[in-house]
């Protein structure tokens, strides 16, 4: 049972990696990003580019990724589009982010034709091949890449925690997303709380995807899965509650990993839960 509720914990971290990203987007903005699991993919593609094709080191790419590149697309995004969504009818918001859902990955295979095919054992954020025997838990082995995930997720989870709490950026925030009129009033400069948030929310979402990618691989298939994950866990925090939204994405994470366990070999149940 051990190595079950390890590999859930590890999917379950990623998961609660990116949902953190969406519910800071969704609330700063109320617009839901579909494409965060397209925009996860592509970063990895890029990171993949850098680490495999360009022979960069891995401390060097990833905070060039993670910390440069991909908050700069957030901001890209948020300027050319998000921000025209912000007052934007539902309708509108769902069409446009699941347009952006199919073009990003088609762009990424225009600008990046390797990723036309998917690529097996890609760079994590340690050297591969990992360690198998990294660490011993209950008996079981924890590999390098795993405990990276399950390590990354909690100190996110609480860097976030107390940025919102004890800075002024995160009062900023807060006020921005609870009363976002009374925030102007109070001189708080709402839009750039809420161009802050998707460059975060985005680099969370190129965060997920770096880890995901040698844990399964790099294709675009599996990177849907992440955001069907995160969707989960968001309507647990109810769109909104960041703390319920990393619970929520282990518990999800958890729940189908110990499904892998117990669930029949065959039949409805086998596949369709």
Known sequence: MTPYIISGLVVGSIYAISALGLVLTYTSSRVFNFAHGAL?????????????????????AAPFTILIVAPLLGLFLYV??????T???????????????????????????????????????????????????FGTYVNENQFVVIVSALVIAVVATLVLRLTPIGLATRMTVDHPRNAGIAGVNTEAVT?????????LAGFAGVLLAPILSLDENQFTFL???????????????????????????????????????????????
């Open 87 to 137: 007052h934007a009818t539902p309708t509108v918001r769902l069409v446009s982010t699941v347009g952006l859902w199919v073009a990003i990955p088609a762009l990424t295979r225009l600008v990046f034709p390797f990723a036309s095919t998917e690529i097996f054992n890609p760079e994590g954020l340690v050297s591969s091949p990992a360690d198998p025997n990294f660490l011993k838990v």
């Open 80 to 85: 050319v589009l998000f921000k025209r969504l």
């Open 40 to 60: 996860a993919y592509a970063i990895a593609i890029f990171y993949y580019y850098l680490t495999r094709q360009n022979g960069w080191s891995i401390a060097t």
């Open 195 to 203: 161009a802050g948030s998707w460059m975060v929310g985005v680099m």
């Open 227 to 273: 955001l069907v994950g995160s969707f989960a866990a968001v309507v647990i925090a109810r769109m909104t509650n960041l703390p319920l939204a990393f619970g929520g994405a282990i518990a999800v994470g958890l729940l189908q990993q110990l499904w892998i366990k117990v669930q029949p070999e065959s039949g409805f149940f086998s596949q369709g839960v």
